[in-house]
């Protein structure tokens, strides 16, 4: 009675992963197909990836924008996010008393805020208010970081509190200054969450679809997920497919170099090492 | 990538297709804080409702549901919030009216009308619902923290 129903449950388990991955592998299965089409194999070859010299991922002009177009604005907003977000963590991390909360609600509030809101009130904002902004990627690049800020903050607010107080405080007893406590003692621990939210950040400006759609201005700002979305309904071709598995492979590339990453770094300062406790430190999950 | 699984002929605007599109892209984020609250559950109370007679289903239904209900409420607002927004999903897969969201309404006269004015306040109206929903998940999150600061 017992082992049947725990391996219904594990059917259950392996039943969702295998339907969660069959449309990703069949996608990026049928970007090799030699014909035009993206549903009637038709063969292998790699014309749709580098061989054709116009229609190819490689060589199509709107391809090759919207990939660097998606890969500048990923990392110019981990470029303005990252110490912006380490800077808020740590400023209200010691807001003591009464508005410590508020604060905390209002650092975390994007987090579960629906994408759509933030980018129709990012728009209006742009369009009405702060016109000196253009639509493309000012405004893209300000979304963005609007949007992912939140979740820097709280990974990092959540490494300080693990942290504790008391590696500053013996730091200012030897004779630290408030400055260098903080940058000789403080920064160096906090290294893991700030790799944790590179990784965050990246996967979700890579694959942002509602913020960057409304807040571009046409083709030259367009990304990876803009361009899919635009000709996924046209007459697309197995280059689609091609490009739709580089935007995979760059979010997984760029999470499994964080994860070693951050498992060296736990071992080698003695910290709970491991893949598992990295993945902890990506998720926010507790384990 | 749920883009290229359905690629069937069911894409003529069923409500189901639409339906099978978000459960896709929502459910992992249902899993994953589900999994953290299963996690830091205290195994001994389901061992102790073993010992005590319980057989499996019954521990599961009176020990660890209950247990848990406030990880699931979380993980259940923390998918609608991103739900309600979600124009893309539909459109990608059905594109008829007869399934549009809010989403869609939203997108169509913020980017398509000359009517943005009902686009803002649909998106006022659907961010004070969410508000609701916010509230309410901040509290029991709160309140699990403070169980398991205990």
Redesign the interface.
Known sequence: M?RN?KSALVYIVWG?II??L???I??VI?SFNDGRS??VWQGFSLRWWFTDPYASVFHNPETRNAISNSLILAFATLLVVTPLGITLAIGSQRIRGRGSHVVQ?LTS?PL??????VG??L??TFTRLFTAVPLGFAAQLLGNVTFSLASVVVIVRARLVSIGSSFEEAARDLGATRWQALRYVLLPMLWPSVMASLVVVFATVIDD??ITS?LSSGVNSETVPLR??SS??GGATPAL?AL?TLL?LASFTVLIIGLFGLSTWRKRHGERGGLRAALADV?Q??? | MRIFGVNYNWLDGSPITVVLGLVYGYIPFLILPLYATLERLDWRLIDAARDLGANSRQAFRLVTVPMSKAGLVAAGILIALPMFGDYYTNDLLSRSPSTEMIGNQIEFFLNASTLPQNGAVLVIALSLFLLLLMSFYLRSTRQQTRQTAR
């Open positions: 017992k129903k969702y339907w969660s069959v449309p990703v069949i996608a049928y993206r549903t609600g509030a579960i805020t629906p994408e759509i809101v129709a009130a728009l209006i679809f509602v409304f899919i979305y996924v309904k497919n739709a995979v998720t999950m507790e384990n």
